[in-house]
């Protein structure tokens, strides 16, 4: 079956680094996306991965590796401001322009 | 100026009752989406369309119509609400072309069914 799969929670420290984990099945695979959604307002794209390895965008970098369904958004240097949920949304190649979101997950960064 | 709005914002209603949820984008996006966000099951896509008048079935869509009357508009109706619906309504938009095809979402339209 076709399926995303996020952790519901992870904590980090401001100033610190913390790697949000993603893995998905999908009939086939054409673009993974990264949004970010504060709480109680709407989700707000971050990246976007179709190619395996990593790319480096400063503050968020992403990960991917298509033969394991596997990706990750790395954030460094941590803020508390950074506390928010990360969803990861992949798009399938017989799904049109569907694309099946994850579950999210919290990220809180503490003092 | 947000190029998705939704409206209502909030939204009560009882069991058996009727209710239709907007969205307007001024993005001049050919592709509108209808999802809900409950806890624990993320965003799940009820109907979408890639132009006015076309109307596609997503994931979840029992118990939802939708109707696009124009580029720009994009409406989900609730004909006989249950309170399974309760839910957190996102609208959303996208240019369609590509592969990145970046979705931009409207604020949300919390819904309460009694």
């Known amino acids: 079956g076709q399926g995303v799969e996020q952790p519901a929670k992870l904590m980090s420290v401001e100033g610190t680094f913390a790697r949000v984990n993603c893995t998905y099945s999908t009939s086939g695979f054409n673009g993974l996306s990264w949004y970010q959604q504060r709480e109680g307002q709407a989700p707000v794209f971050l990246s976007y991965?179709?190619?395996?390895g990593l790319k480096d965008s400063g503050h968020f970098s992403t990960f991917l590796s298509r033969s394991n369904g596997y990706s990750y958004l790395l954030l460094t240097e941590l803020q508390i401001k950074d506390s928010a949920s990360y969803l990861c949304?992949?798009?399938?190649?017989?799904?049109?322009?569907?694309?099946?979101f994850g579950s999210g997950t919290r990220l809180l960064v503490s003092p | 100026e947000a190029a998705v709005t939704q409206s209502p914002r909030n939204k009560v209603t009882v069991t058996g009752g009727n209710v239709t949820l907007s969205c307007r984008q001024t993005?001049?996006?050919?592709?509108m989406y209808w999802y809900r966000q409950d806890t624990g099951h993320g965003l799940r896509l009820i109907h979408y369309s890639y132009g006015a008048g076309n109307l596609q079935i997503g994931d979840v869509p029992d118990g939802y119509k939708a109707t696009r009357t124009t580029q720009e508009d994009f409406f989900l109706l609730l004909e006989l609400a249950s309170p399974s619906q309760t839910s957190l309504y996102f609208c959303?938009?996208?240019?369609?072309?590509?592969?990145?095809?970046?979705?931009?979402f409207g604020p949300g339209t919390r819904l309460l069914v009694l």
């Open positions: 993005n001049s996006h050919n592709y």
């Open positions: 949304a992949v798009r399938d190649q017989t799904g049109g322009y569907k694309v099946v």
């Open positions: 991965v179709v190619l395996d």
């Open positions: 959303a938009s996208s240019d369609g072309l590509g592969n990145q095809d970046t979705q931009y």
